[in-house]
T-cell receptor, first 114, second 114 residues
Framework: QQQVKQSPQSLIVQKGGISIINCAYE??????FPWYQQFPGKGPALLIA?????SEKKEGRFTISFNKSAKQFSLHIMDSQPGDSATYFC?????????????FGTGTLLAVQP | DGGITQSPKYLFRKEGQNVTLSCEQN?????MYWYRQDPGQGLRLIYY???????QKGDIAEGYSVSREKKESFPLTVTSAQKNPTAFYLC?????????????FGSGTRLTVV
């Protein structure tokens, strides 16, 4: 019940296309859902995050869609660029407040071809 | 600039040796975390600490030890009991107050057994 399942494991998209990465969870107590972007040899960096009281959040070319009833959330990268090529991790907060522990998905390796 | 500093960037360990990875943050975050990342895999939690002089085991704590004597510092020791220590190690920190649960990651330490 503490898992976050992420798919696909890898994704190849043409430049200008839409990249879509999906995550699913079971624990209805999760209340914070961030996405992280990681370039090779670097630490992950927070990309965008959403809370379950909204269904969508957009920041530039990056959008999170959240479906509370289905317990699913996804990352959409519009107009994908070669510079977006990285590993993306979804996550969910497992405690909040005094117990802040994120549960991470297994990651998606995105390659955007020029 | 506020952030997390991990050192060294690369570390080589001989069989049977203990090594210590450094993690320092100046973000005034209460919580700190250590993750292990293996090629093509997600982030696995080793240890975490919510407060000075207290820490909890994560999912893969065997063969590792930590200390939290100062709020800013959370060093990780990889002991000789860790049979497969070659990996990329990531330190992170977060606030546990308010509603911002996002993690800030360091740039990582790549440990190789020689």
């Amino acid at each position: 019940q503490q898992q976050v399942k992420q798919s696909p494991q890898s994704l190849i998209v043409q430049k200008g296309g839409i990249s879509i990465i999906n995550c699913a969870y079971e624990n209805t107590a999760f209340d914070y859902f961030p996405w992280y972007q990681q370039f090779p040899g670097k630490g992950p960096a927070l990309l965008i995050a959403i809370r379950p009281d909204v269904s969508e959040k957009k920041e530039g070319r990056f959008t999170i869609s959240f479906n509370k009833s289905a317990k699913q959330f996804s990352l959409h990268i519009m107009d994908s660029q070669p510079g977006d090529s990285a590993t993306y991790f979804c996550a969910a907060n497992a405690g909040g407040g005094a117990t802040n522990k994120l549960i991470f998905g297994t990651g998606t390796l995105l390659a955007v071809q020029p | 600039d506020g952030g997390i500093t991990q050192s060294p960037k690369y570390l080589f360990r001989k069989e049977g040796q203990n090594v210590t990875l450094s993690c320092e943050q100046n973000l005034n975050h209460d919580a700190m975390y250590w993750y292990r990342q293996d090629p093509g895999q997600g982030l696995r939690l080793i240890y975490y600490s919510q407060i000075v002089n207290d820490f909890q085991k994560g999912d893969i704590a065997e063969g590792y030890s930590v200390s939290r004597e100062k709020k800013e510092s959370f060093p990780l020791t990889v002991t000789s009991a860790q049979k497969n220590p070659t990996a990329f190690y990531l330190c992170a920190s977060s606030s546990i107050a308010g509603s911002n649960y996002g993690y800030t990651f360091g740039s990582g330490t790549r440990l190789t057994v020689v």
